[in-house]
């Protein structure tokens, strides 16, 4: 006998005998099996149909720029591909530099690759130059953190910390009398645009506020305890287009005449304050699930409660909520449309505004059909990045 | 955990929320708009949590707009043909190419206007809070707006109303050719009461086809369920933008009920007042006296009517007494056009959204449009 130890038998059944074992195996299964392939055939060829033969995708390609950026001057547009020209150098930075740890940052960096790549074959003139020279820094900087490793990892932390107001600064310009960066109000900004910035600023600041507020609702000191109760449960129970409403119409009346807050910050505001209390309770919820043990254990090496709290409960607790996080992340990601009723052209909002276009009247399903799209692959790609970010850090394995 | 620890997160929880609470309005105070008035508005501060308190001091809203360089003009995005954004990202439609001609009459500049965009709920709010100053978003005139509201109504810019819309191929033009036929119309609303008085009045029969909701109304029109459907003309206009093929639709010059829709300002300051409606006024006179944006500079070159050079400035100080340049009709004429050119270009027989003129025509064609003497 030989002392070779084979491997377990691996079955490879044939495409055929797949289709036969799976979907035609009882007479009722085989019913049902041609059944939904009719239907699924039925709708598909329509959907089909619709795309290729009866949308009338003029409405989508003459209003691009509209969609994306909304009414931001045509002049000043190579200011926010400057900012994403930044970012992609950033992200291929960090892709190179922890892409050998966790697994899957290949297939991202090669996918953003092609995405960019693509983009460039179908856009033409100074976009297209624009996203060749975005592919070119996503490669040039995921070589440079490849090679550089660990010594770099610091300047690309920094990166991302002051890449956020270097992008702001860099849409909203230095000041009306700039000759570089002119001024570009907020009333310019929309589309694409100022949907994703309310959902960046939404996450950014919600994430701290809430940890804080789902400390202090376990806090033992009675006042920080009932203020982040009554906070939570405030802003908890009433929906936000209640806050956006209040923020736009009623906190007019309250300033005197003349004072007037930004309307995209009162929204940036207004979309924070509600995020934060139910990431509170999120966040409360890992907390919980950390047994005793680990805070005893932390005591006994000797740390003071910032370090513990820092170093052994939280990162574990976030570590337990993050598929909850991004479930809310991208829920507030799409919360954003309701901005279109407080009069903000987001993403919705112009779709609204393209709509009214004397020479694009009835083409509803079509811009409605792009939005939706956007809004899907957006979302996806946080899903995705958040299923890797599980992966890499063993969430449910360990 | 020892209780040292919970003090520092209370103060954390408390500075992060003053934070995120206010701290954007220093950020913003660079672009508010009208720094020039943040504190002259003393009556305003007595009662400012009541809704209607706000209102503006003499003169304080042209210094302010001037002083700012340009003018805040709350419109539609929304509606095909009065306001919305076309492909460039610039404002068109009807009301919106009022607030260029106001912004003509001040500055001389018709791009000398930033439009905010405001629903329907927000609308007086942002007008009376002084975050826009003139409203021109398809309002309609009414009691309660120009009195509780805390503003007033200018002048009628378009006297919408409600209409009737018919297939094409009816070759429907009148009431009376409606005489038997069935009209689709939403129930419950002021809408199916100004139809029964029409016919009534007309002394024609018909039966009318009941609906709880607008989609169900249009709906079924377009399912060729009833003759003809009604509803406000601008409304009319973007319903049938939907139908399957707008161009077989026709909507007839029969108005049923009043609507005028018009800019409207805000309570107290009466010069502010007289701006927006006198250049209602050089728009409607223009097209009276047909002076046009071709034709003006050779108008004022060679015109020998005394009214008309008042109106352009030839004559007089008539731009003066409103505060502004002698010269603001001719500007108003020259950037934006008369009226008869603004509907053209928005509503016309050229453009998918065609409204006859019916009531908006000048009276001397039988409408409505009135404007009194620049003397």
Known sequence: MSDKILPPLIERPSPLSWIYKNLFNTWYNALLSLLSGALIFWIGRAVVIWLLEVAQWRVIVTNLRLIMLGQFPI???????????????????????????????????????????????????????WLLGMAGLLGLGWWVGRSAGKGLERVVITGWVIWPPIFILLLRGLGADSELLPLVGTNLWGGLLLTLLLTIVGIVFSFPLGVLLALGRRSSLPIVRWFSVAYIELIRGVPLITL?????????????????????????????????????????????????????????????????????????????????????????????????????????????????????????????????????????????VSQRLEVSLGVGER | MSKKFYPLFGLLIVAALVLAACGGAPAAS????????????????????????????????????????????????????????????????????????????????????????????????????????????????????????????????????????????????????????????????????????AFAAAGISYSPVVFED????????????????????????????????????????????????????????????DIAQWTVFALIAAEEYGITSANVDQVKASNTDPQINRLLGNEGELGAKLGLSNEWAYNVIKLAGNYGEIYNRNLGPDTPTYIPRGYNSIYTEGGLLFAPPFN
């Open chain 1, 75 to 129: 002049s000043e547009v190579w200011r926010v591909w400057l900012g994403l020209a930044l970012l992609a150098l950033i992200t291929g930075n960090s892709l190179g530099i922890w892409g050998r740890k966790a697994r899957g940052a290949g297939r991202v960096t090669i996918g953003l690759l092609v995405l960019l790549l693509g983009l460039a074959v179908i856009t033409s003139g100074q976009s297209q130059l």
């Open chain 1, 244 to 384: 956006l409403f209040m923020a736009q119409l009623m906190l007019p009346l309250f300033l005197p005449t003349g004072v007037n807050i930004d309307r995209v910050l009162r929204a940036m505001v207004a979309i924070t304050l509600f995020s934060a209390a139910y990431l509170a309770e999120n966040v409360r919820g890992g907390l919980q699930a950390i047994p005793k043990g680990q805070y005893e254990a932390a005591y006994a090496m000797g740390l003071n409660n910032i370090q513990s709290m820092g170093l052994i409960i939280m990162p574990q607790a976030l570590r337990l909520v993050i598929p909850i996080l991004v479930g809310q992340f991208i829920a507030l990601f799409k919360d954003t449309a309701l901005v279109s009723i407080v009069g903000l052209m987001d993403l919705v909002g112009i779709g609204k505004t393209v709509l009214a276009q004397p020479e694009f009247l009835g083409l509803q399903r079509e811009v409605y059909a792009f939005i939706s799209m956007l809004y899907w692959v957006i979302s996806y790609a946080m899903a995705y």
């Open chain 2, 30 to 197: 660079g672009d508010a708009s009208e720094p020039a008035t943040a504190d002259t508005a003393a009556p305003a501060d007595d009662a400012a949590p009541a809704p209607a308190a706000q209102t503006a001091a003499q003169g304080e809203t042209l210094a302010a707009v001037v002083a700012r360089g340009y003018l805040v003009c709350g419109a539609n995005n929304q509606v095909p043909g009065f306001g919305y954004v076309d492909a460039d990202g610039n404002f068109s439609g009807v009301d919106v190419d009022y607030c260029r001609a106001l912004a003509a009459a001040i500055f001389g500049d018709a791009d000398a206007v930033e439009f905010r965009p405001v629903t329907a709920p927000e609308r007086f709010t942002a007008l009376q809070s002084g975050e826009i100053d003139v409203l021109s978003r398809n309002t309609t005139w009414t009691l309660t707006r120009d009195t509780e509201l805390a503003g007033n109504f200018t002048a009628t810019t378009f006297y919408d109303g409600q209409g009737l819309m018919v297939p094409s191929a009816t070759g429907f033009t009148t009431l009376e050719d409606l005489a038997g036929g069935s009209v689709c119309v939403q129930t419950g609303t002021t809408t199916e009461l100004n139809l029964a008085d």
């Open chain 2, 214 to 273: 607008a989609d169900s109304t249009f709906a079924a029109y377009s399912e060729g369920r009833c003759d003809a459907v009604t509803t406000d003309k601008s409304g009319l206009v973007s319903r049938r933008s939907v139908l399957a093929d707008p161009s077989a639709h026709d909507i007839l010059d029969v108005t049923l009920s009043k609507e005028p829709l018009g800019p409207m300002v805000r309570h107290g300051d009466d010069q502010w007042f």
